[in-house]
Nanobody, 120 residues
Framework: QVQLVESGGGLVQAGGSLRLSCAAS????????MGWYRQAPGKQRELVAT???????NYADSVKGRFTISRDNAKNTAYLQMNSLKPEDTAVYYC??????????????WGQGTQVTVSS
C-alpha cells in the first residue's frame, strides 16, 4: 500500500519557524515531483512549493524567500522549511507526490494533511 505520511505541523508564533516532512512508503519504484499545498478555512487548496527529482524548485509568490523545499531521494522524503511565519500561513498543509510503481505507471498521491497555526 502506497502512502504519504506528513509530520512537523504545530502551533508557532509569528516570526517563528517550522519544518514539515513528507515520507513516501510502499511499493514504489521511483518518486518523481513532490510538492506541498495548503488549504486555509474557507479557501481553495493552493500550491506552496514543488521540487522535481533533480532538485528544480518552484514557489508560490507568497512564500518566496521564507520557505524552502528540499528532498532526500534515498529516503523518498520531502521537507518544507518554513521561516518568518505569518498568521496568513495558517492552514492545513498537504504533501503531494508523483509516484511510479514497478509497472512503470505514475499516479499522484496526497498525504493526510498536517495543521500549521501561526499566532499573532
Amino acid at each position: 500500500q502506497v502512502q504519504l505520511v506528513e509530520s512537523g505541523g504545530g502551533l508557532v508564533q509569528a516570526g517563528g519557524s517550522l519544518r514539515l516532512s513528507c515520507a513516501a512508503s510502499g511499493s514504489i519504484f521511483r518518486v518523481n515531483t513532490m510538492g506541498w499545498y495548503r488549504q486555509a478555512p474557507g479557501k481553495q487548496r493552493e500550491l506552496v512549493a514543488t521540487i522535481t527529482r533533480g532538485g528544480t524548485t518552484n514557489y508560490a509568490d507568497s512564500v518566496k524567500g521564507r520557505f524552502t523545499i528540499s528532498r532526500d531521494n534515498a529516503k523518498n522524503t520531502a521537507y518544507l522549511q518554513m521561516n518568518s511565519l505569518k498568521p496568513e500561513d495558517t492552514a492545513v498543509y498537504y504533501c503531494n507526490a508523483d509516484l511510479m510503481n514497478y509497472k512503470f505507471m505514475s499516479e499522484f498521491y496526497w498525504g493526510q494533511g498536517t495543521q500549521v497555526t501561526v499566532s499573532s
